[in-house]
């Protein structure tokens, strides 16, 4: 079993930028998918950004292309997610997930990762 735990989140101004942590507590296989997920209030969880462990290859999601940054560092067994030029549409509570099984693809829907954080709250002010 993994446990996530995200930190970092806060209430910023536009255009400046945060980092947010998911601490996992279980090791996390080389080739996972690991992700970031957002939710807004009233919307969907939508998908932010991904890493497969280990091996690095990062996906994103076109509204955070060239902002945000994903990235890991296994012997702290922490995943981070670097945000740049925030605007206020970013404004949401932040989730780390984790696939079970590795190689799943890093494109995949929130509901088909297994291991969730509780979240952190990013507000950024207009």
């Known amino acids: 079993q993994v446990q996530l735990v995200e930190s970092g989140g806060g209430l910023v101004q536009v255009g400046a930028s945060l980092r947010l942590s998911c601490a996992a507590s279980?090791?996390?296989?080389?080739?996972?998918?690991m992700g970031w997920f957002r939710q807004a209030p009233g919307k969907d969880r939508e998908f932010v950004a991904a890493?497969?462990?280990?091996?690095?290859?990062?996906y994103y999601a076109d509204s955070v292309k060239g902002r945000f940054t994903i990235d890991g560092d296994n012997a702290k067994n922490t995943m981070y997610l670097q945000m740049n030029s925030l605007k206020p549409e970013d404004t949401a509570v932040y989730y780390c997930?984790?696939?079970?099984?590795?190689?799943?693809?890093?494109?995949?829907?929130?509901?088909?990762?297994?291991?969730w954080g509780q979240g952190t709250q990013v507000t950024v002010s207009s």
């Open positions: 890493i497969r462990w280990k091996i690095g290859t990062t």
């Open positions: 279980g090791r996390i296989s080389s080739g996972v998918s």
């Open positions: 997930a984790a696939q079970r099984n590795p190689y799943g693809s890093m494109r995949s829907p929130a509901r088909e990762y297994d291991y």
